[in-house]
């Protein structure tokens, strides 16, 4: 079974400020099957990644995602009040079918 | 548009049972797999298990195998996540989620479904 680990555990930045968030994986994970997710207090989480570097669907250009084998990288250039969330790395796995998350790292108004 | 829509808050009490639901619209429910994600009070989140309604075809998380039962109706493009005894560790907000095409990913979520267990 393949385990995330995400870092930070908590990310304190200003707006404006770039954010670097860090997941990394216990085994090669195919870039294909890696995507983040944005969570706000009281909602659903959304997809904002997939295919560890796409952009879903209205999702702002100032979020990228990148990385291979077992380090990935969520980016966010410049944060806007509304990007202070928590966000979720997530890896698919084919064989059995088994989607599996990362702990989270929440991203704080300093 | 697609959209995931779940049954309201449910406050039980150990050992009840319960079935809450997730009613897919806006595309064709029996093409896609739709599936269950839990998320403990203040914890992260936890792929429960996915059912294809097109033929019941499911698979659960060993985490969850024998804990709760994933089902559909297609007929009324619903699926169903139950317990036969609940816990007090099952208190927790309930996602139903749809991978897209490629399965990779869930691109759609439903609101949510607040289980709360307590005596």
């Known amino acids: 079974e393949i385990v995330l680990t995400q870092s930070p555990g908590t990310l304190s930045l200003s707006p404006g400020e770039r954010a670097t968030l860090s997941c990394r994986a216990s085994q090669s994970v195919s870039s294909s099957y890696l995507a983040w997710y944005q969570q706000k207090p009281g909602q659903a989480p959304r997809l904002l990644i997939y295919?560890?570097?796409s952009r879903a669907t209205g999702i702002p250009d100032r979020f990228s995602g990148s990385g291979s084998g077992t380090d990935f990288t969520l980016t966010i250039s410049r944060l806007e009040p509304e990007d202070f969330a928590v966000y979720y790395c997530?890896?698919?796995?084919?064989?059995?079918?088994?989607?599996?998350f990362g702990q989270g790292t929440k991203v704080e108004i300093k | 548009e697609v959209q995931l829509v779940q049954s309201g808050a449910e406050v039980k009490k150990p050992g009840e049972s319960l079935k809450i639901s997730c009613k897919g619209s806006?595309?064709?429910?029996?093409?896609?797999?739709i599936g269950w994600v839990r998320q403990m009070p203040g914890k992260g989140l936890e792929w429960m298990g996915i059912i294809y309604p097109g033929d019941s075809d499911t698979r659960y998380s060993p985490s969850f195998q024998g804990q709760v039962t994933i089902s559909a109706d297609k007929s009324i493009s619903t699926a169903y996540l139950q317990w036969s005894s609940l816990k007090a560790s099952d208190t927790a907000m309930y996602y139903c989620?749809?991978?897209?095409?490629?399965?990779?990913?869930?691109?759609?979520w439903g609101q949510g479904t607040l289980v709360t267990v307590s005596s």
């Open positions: 806006g595309y064709s429910f029996t093409s896609y797999w």
């Open positions: 989620v749809r991978p897209g095409w490629l399965q990779y990913y869930f691109d759609y």
């Open positions: 997530q890896q698919y796995g084919s064989s059995p079918f088994t989607w599996t």
């Open positions: 295919g560890a570097s």
